[in-house]
C-alpha cells in the first residue's frame, strides 16, 4: 500500500490522522536533524497501523515535509 504523508515538525505532541483513504497528517515533536524525524515518523507509523517499523519505507520525499510512504502487510 501507498500512502502520502504531510509531517508538521515541532508539534507538542506526536499524533497520526487520517485524512482520507492513503493521506494522512503526522506531528512529530523531533526536528530535521540527522534523520530523526523520518526516523520518528516510521516509528509512529508502525505503532498506527500495528505492524513491525522494517514494514515501512519512505519512497520519496526524504527532506521534505510532503513524503510517499510503502506499507508492505506481508
Do not use: C, H
Not at 506526536?14 to 540527522?34: A, W, Y
Not at 507509523?45 to 527532506?63: R, V
Request: glycine share 4%; proline share 4%.
Amino acid at each position: 500500500m501507498i500512502i502520502n504523508v504531510k509531517v508538521k515538525l515541532g508539534s507538542p505532541e506526536q499524533k497520526v490522522s487520517k485524512i482520507s483513504e492513503n493521506k494522512f497528517l503526522i506531528r512529530l515533536k523531533s526536528k530535521p536533524e540527522n534523520n530523526k524525524a523520518n526516523i520518528d515518523m516510521i516509528k509512529l507509523l508502525s505503532k498506527y497501523f500495528k505492524i513491525p517499523y522494517i514494514k515501512i519505507k519512505i519512497k520519496s520525499g526524504f527532506t521534505s515535509s510532503n513524503k510517499t510512504v510503502e506499507i508492505r502487510w506481508g
